[in-house]
């Protein structure tokens, strides 16, 4: 069974529009402002360690306009480009980036079907509307937070439609670069009242 990862750049106040600075939001690039080497090695060890990705449409246009055509020496390019990608979407009519699959309808069944399908991890990046589907439905299985040190002040938050309290487990925390932290939730185990 796969685990179901949202992996998010992060800011202290909950944003995570925009981290590399596409065009059209003020704070565009904020993740860039603080050095995280060892955060750039987690995030290459992340992705080379998954199976699939899972997007929801916005974050998909973004990352579907740009990485067909980015390369490097390291494989990573690579490995984005071929893995098997979702989207979950009833307005995007074909998905043109290589080996995509686009999810039109019963959401939670097919990502619950996805998480039988594959061994490794089914990492989710951005998709703030996706993420709080599939929080409400008890999908996902960790969230792993780079924590950056800035205060945006606007911007789509990770979670912006909070319905419900989830309470997570602090499962993992360490410094990924000067001032940027990697903390890892889980789901906290349910308790009998």
């Not at 202290?12 to 925009?18: S, T």
């Not at 704070?27 to 080379?48: R, T, V, Y």
């Amino acid at each position: 069974m796969g685990k179901l990862v949202v992996t998010e750049f992060i800011s202290l106040d909950g944003v995570i529009e925009d981290p590399g600075g596409a065009e059209g939001f003020e704070h565009g690039g904020w993740s860039f402002k603080s050095p995280a080497p060892d955060g750039e090695q987690f995030k290459f060890d992340e992705l080379m360690a998954s199976d699939a990705q899972l997007f929801g449409r916005h974050t998909y246009e973004a990352f579907a306009a740009a990485w067909p055509e980015i390369t490097d020496e390291a494989g990573f390019a690579d490995k984005m480009n071929s893995m098997p990608k979702y989207v979950v979407s009833t307005t995007l009519g074909e998905a043109k980036w290589n080996n995509t699959t686009v999810i039109s309808e019963n959401v939670a069944e097919e990502v619950a079907i996805l998480k039988a399908k594959y061994e490794g991890d089914i990492l989710v990046a951005g998709s703030a509307t996706l993420v709080d589907t599939l929080r409400a439905h008890d999908l996902v299985d960790e969230y792993r937070l780079m924590v950056h040190p800035v205060v945006l002040g606007s911007g789509k938050r990770l979670f912006h439609q909070v319905g419900g309290m989830s309470d997570l487990e602090l499962v993992d925390s360490r410094k990924v670069g000067p001032n940027v932290l990697l903390l890892t939730y889980r789901a906290a185990a349910k308790t009998d009242s």
